[in-house]
C-alpha cells in the first residue's frame, strides 16, 4: 500500500512557473514508478510525465517536452514535476500516481497500469 499527496498547485500567469511535489508514504519508494497526470473539466484524464523506479528513464507527453521536467528524490519519498512557460491550456487538476516495479514507455503513458493515487491539486494558468 503506497499512500500519495500533491503540493504545490496554484494560480500563475501564461509564462511563468510551478513546482508540483508528491510525496510518498508505505512501500518502499524505490520499488516504484511514478507518474504525473491531468484533468481538466469534460476531458479524460491524460498522461503527462513519467519516471522509471531508479530514475534513469523519464517519459513525456509532446507537448510539454522541454517545458516540464519530472525528477525523483528517494531519500525523501518524493517526486516532483518542474513547469516551465506555461500555458493556459496547462490548467487541470494534475494527479501523482505510483506503479509497482519497473515501466516500460507504453506502461508509462497508460492510467491503468497504475496501482496507488494521489488527491490531485489544481494548476491555473492565466492568459
Known amino acids: 500500500q503506497v499512500q500519495l499527496v500533491e503540493s504545490g498547485g496554484g494560480l500563475v500567469q501564461a509564462g511563468g512557473s510551478l513546482r508540483l511535489s508528491c510525496v510518498a508514504s508505505?512501500?518502499?519508494?524505490?520499488?516504484?514508478?511514478m507518474g504525473w497526470f491531468r484533468q481538466a473539466p469534460g476531458k479524460e484524464r491524460e498522461f503527462v510525465a513519467a519516471i522509471s523506479w531508479g530514475g534513469g528513464s523519464t517519459y513525456y507527453l509532446d507537448s510539454v517536452k522541454g517545458r516540464f521536467t519530472i525528477s525523483r528524490d528517494n531519500a525523501k519519498n518524493t517526486v516532483y514535476l518542474q513547469m516551465n512557460s506555461l500555458k493556459p491550456e496547462d490548467t487541470a487538476v494534475y494527479y501523482c500516481a505510483a506503479k509497482i516495479g519497473p515501466i516500460t514507455t507504453a506502461q508509462a503513458m497508460d492510467t491503468r497500469p497504475y496501482n496507488y493515487w494521489g488527491q490531485g491539486t489544481q494548476v491555473t494558468v492565466s492568459s
Open positions: 508505505g512501500r518502499t519508494f524505490s520499488s516504484y514508478a
